[in-house]
């Protein structure tokens, strides 16, 4: 992980631009005009809004355009109020507390793969740059695009017009919609598929698609049931020496912000699904209830998500 993951910055809005409906694109720079730290097609930052609160958005605009960081945010309504204080309260000239970037969800073009990029509403945001690079190494991708109607739908007009037929839109008020099972049914055993939108698609892909060929960014935190161990457990904090108990109905993080104040463990999210609060683990089995790890990253137990994974035994050492 880069060592810019973590480091907070004061940006300044340099735009904010209608990308479609309910969707406006943010962009950032620094207030000196300095180049901002390089990233790469799914990394993601974390906006500290004026509220305390903190939100997670991809960036989707030119990573070689060191200038200025572009984030597009989906308003809802429905949601947790980070999204709607982007709309109604972020304006030009104003600074924001930026940390990142990150990124838990690289993609890396090679020859001799075929790459099927699928994306779901505002979904396109981490998979836009990622057929960037795609085209650009040469590699063979298409992408399909989902969602409610056209105008709903950002950046849907430039990616047909640079790709062209590259790029298959699904949208559900004027065409077919995407069906996840003929998608799945046109896979060779070498194809690699990135996807990222609303829980259901991701779903749809994982009933559908090998785990081995699935490359998926998630929205909503996963689901799970009672824990597997489900009783209260002891987190030994190997920089200070520190033993914290956690019990049933918290997290370690809740844990070590309450028993070993002092220790500094870094979070955002709290759900599982930023990657923020991502600590070594030294010794111990690990029950991962995160929605940020694949299945090999998870094996041999080396790190964990605080703030939702568990221990699966009576005692973990982490690296804090």
């Known amino acids: 992980m880069s060592y810019f993951s973590d480091v907070e ?17 943010v962009d950032l720079v620094a207030h000196n005009g300095r180049d901002l730290p390089s990233w ?42 980070g999204s709607v204080r982007v709309h109604d309260a972020v304006e030009v000239g ?28 505002i979904g ?36 047909i017009d640079r790709f062209g037929e590259r ?16 998608l799945a049914a046109g896979l060779d055993p070498s194809d690699e598929v990135y996807a990222c939108g609303p829980a259901r698609l991701i779903q749809a892909l994982e009933e559908n698609v090998p785990a081995a060929q699935l490359h998926v960014e998630r929205f909503e935190a996963k689901e799970f049931g009672a824990p ?17 108990t956690v019990t049933p ?24 699904t930023c990657g923020t609060c991502e600590v070594a683990v030294l010794e111990g089995e690990v029950e991962h ?3 940020v790890l694949t299945p090999l990253e998870r094996e041999g137990d080396t790190v964990m998500m605080i703030c939702v994974s568990r221990a699966a035994c009576p005692r973990l050492v982490l690296d804090l």
């Open 94 to 121: 104003q600074r924001l507390r930026v940390r990142g970037p990150r990124n838990h969800f690289a993609f890396e073009p090679a020859s001799g793969i075929r790459y099927r990029l699928v994306a779901g509403g």
């Open 9 to 25: 910055r004061d940006l300044v809005v340099a735009a904010r631009t209608d990308l479609a409906e309910d969707v406006v694109a």
């Open 228 to 244: 597997v161990w489900a009783d209260s457990f002891e987190v030994e904090l190997a920089m200070s020496g520190d033993v914290v």
């Open 167 to 182: 790029v298959r839109v699904h949208a559900a008020d004027d065409g077919p919609r995407l069906d996840v099972s003929v």
């Open 40 to 81: 790469t097609p799914g990394s993601h930052i974390d906006l500290i809004l004026a509220t305390g609160m903190e939100r997670q958005y991809s960036l989707c605009g030119d990573p070689d355009a060191r200038s200025t960081w572009r984030v597009a945010v989906l308003r809802e309504d429905a949601g947790r109020g």
């Open 249 to 272: 109905e918290q997290s370690i993080l809740e844990a070590i912000e309450e028993q070993s104040p002092d220790t500094l463990a870094l979070s955002s999210c709290r759900r599982g």
């Open 289 to 291: 209830r995160d929605s």
């Open 124 to 159: 396109i945001t981490p998979i836009l740059d990622m057929a960037r690079a795609a085209d650009a190494a040469g590699a063979d991708w298409t992408l399909d695009y989902a969602g409610r109607s056209r105008r709903t739908m950002a950046f849907v007009t430039d990616l």
